[in-house]
């Protein structure tokens, strides 16, 4: 590796040259606009790759990334995106995706403590703690991967109940809340059939799918 990174320059003229030459005009035509359909926010894990996954170009998809894929209601930073995504853009779509084996999770699943990161991760275990009666009696072998799937439940929540996501359902503005997950071990995607469409569907949506998670874990004897 070299201290210039000139690697990576070299990658992006050659990336830069194969978008033109296969789509002409591609980089001159997303001056003028963007018009993604879809916001995603989702771990800052760098396995995750947001639009490489789901195979969108750039303007295609608004990305959110931070620890854990969480969405705290004082978090300026994500709630400036959704913001933006959902007034000037108008996504149709918030996709809330963790991912399994999480690092993230798997710290606040086991108290671990790892730095400044330790107060960030408090939202997960926050969730953890909502969910502790029945997390205690997961297998701990795939206790980890529960609390990424409950954690998805509650950040999507937590969007639904946003002042921006609730106004624009307010005036009759379509936007659509989703609760994924992405598998590192197979490359897929699950959707968690928390799919929010209005006020009215939040917590019905939460509860199918968390009885949805409660029968997919094998809850020991
Ligand atoms: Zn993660």
């Known amino acids: 590796m ?15 040259e194969e978008t033109e030459t296969r789509e002409p005009g ?21 396995r995750v790759p947001a639009n490489e996954l789901v195979d969108l170009l750039p303007g295609e998809l608004f990305v959110h ?25 108008k ?3 918030i996709i809330v995706v963790g991912h399994s084996n999480c690092g993230g999770v ?8 790892v730095g400044l990161a330790d107060n960030w991760l408090r939202h997960v275990q926050d969730v953890r703690h909502q969910h502790r009666a029945w997390l ?19 950040q999507a929540r937590n969007v639904c109940t946003t002042t921006v996501v609730q106004d624009a359902w307010g005036r009759g503005q379509t936007v659509v809340v989703h609760g994924w997950v992405y598998g590192l071990h197979n490359g897929l995607l699950q959707d968690l059939s928390m ?3 209005g006020a009215a569907d939040v917590e019905v949506a939460y509860e199918a799918a968390l009885a949805g998670i409660h029968a997919r874990y094998t809850v020991m004897a």
């Not at 993604?36 to 926010?41: E, K, R, T, V």
């Not at 798997?106 to 403590?113: G, L, T, V």
């Not at 205690?136 to 799937?149: F, G, I, K, M, Y």
């Open 195 to 197: 799919t929010v469409a």
């Open 106 to 113: 798997k710290a606040a699943m086991n108290s671990w403590r």
């Open 2 to 16: 070299s201290t210039q990174l000139t690697e990576l320059f070299d990658n992006n003229r050659r990336w830069a």
């Open 65 to 89: 990334r931070n620890v854990a894929n969480v969405v705290v209601h004082s978090d300026l930073n994500a709630l400036s995106v959704i913001q933006y995504a959902v007034d000037s853009l």
């Open 26 to 46: 591609f980089f001159t035509r997303l001056l003028s606009q963007q018009t993604p359909q879809y916001l995603w926010i989702g771990c800052a894990d760098s």
């Open 136 to 154: 205690n009696q997961v297998d701990s072998a795939v206790q980890v991967d529960a609390l990424v799937e409950l954690n998805v439940l509650e």
């Open 91 to 93: 996504v149709q779509h």
